[in-house]
T-cell receptor, first 112, second 116 residues
């Protein structure tokens, strides 16, 4: 099976812009989660989607949003970018009934 | 509230030495899941193991072994006869059943350097 894929792999944006990141889960996986990784805060949970519904949400401002499509692919959007949003954004998927998550390679976002 | 502590920020060992990475967790849920992930320099998190709260059996997989002790809320990871390829950042993580087991809380990670 192909692994979790994320596009784009690298992105440079300017403060105030918005950005959309994409994630394709492992075939058959219906849960998709997003995490932000920074040197200062480590790995932090953003949100999780299952069957097109947000089931869990982390402690991030409303500028961070996401959605999931009927084919389980997911997107996350960050509006009004701030310098502090520079991070590695990781997407993970999991099999129904299992709990381990399988991670994609991440999208490295740089905000200037 | 969930919390994962990895007290060792960085560890350096010489190849073939054994090394143990510590993980201590906090949770109020009675059903929870513990994980170890490896993040090599390439950046992708690699799943190593999952342990359910109701299963305290230790596990061995090749050179890797895990010791889960509910009494001390610890889930330690030992690499036997370490190799240079084991150099990476290792994360311990916790999820609770009340969040469908999908809201992972990660520890800060332990950077392991294995020197030849």
């Amino acid at each position: 099976k192909a692994g979790v894929t994320q596009t784009p792999r690298y992105l440079i944006k300017t403060r105030g812009q918005q950005v959309t990141l994409s994630c394709s889960p492992i075939s058959g996986h219906r849960s998709v989660s997003w995490y932000q990784q920074t040197p200062g805060q480590g790995l932090q949970f953003l949100f999780e989607y299952f069957s097109e519904t947000q089931r869990n949400k982390g402690n991030f401002p409303g500028r961070f949003s996401g959605r999931q499509f009927s084919n389980s692919r997911s997107e996350m959007n960050v509006s009004t970018l701030e310098l502090g949003d520079s991070a590695l954004y990781l997407c993970a998927s999991s099999d129904p009934g299992a709990y381990e998550q399988y991670f994609g390679p991440g999208t490295r976002l740089t905000v200037t | 509230a969930q919390k994962v502590t990895q007290a060792q920020t960085e560890i350096s060992v010489v190849e073939k030495e054994d090394v143990t990475l510590d993980c201590v967790y906090e949770t109020r849920d009675t059903t929870y899941y513990l994980f170890w992930y490896k993040q090599p320099p390439s950046g992708e998190l690699v799943f190593l193991i999952r342990r359910n709260s109701f299963d305290e059996q230790n596990e061995i997989s090749g050179r890797y072994s895990w010791n889960f002790q509910k009494s001390t809320s610890s889930f330690n990871f030992t690499i036997t006869a370490s190799q240079v390829v084991d150099s990476a950042v290792y994360f311990c993580a916790l999820s609770e059943a009340q969040n469908y087991g999908q809201n992972f809380v990660f520890g800060p990670g332990t950077r392991l350097s294995v020197l030849p």
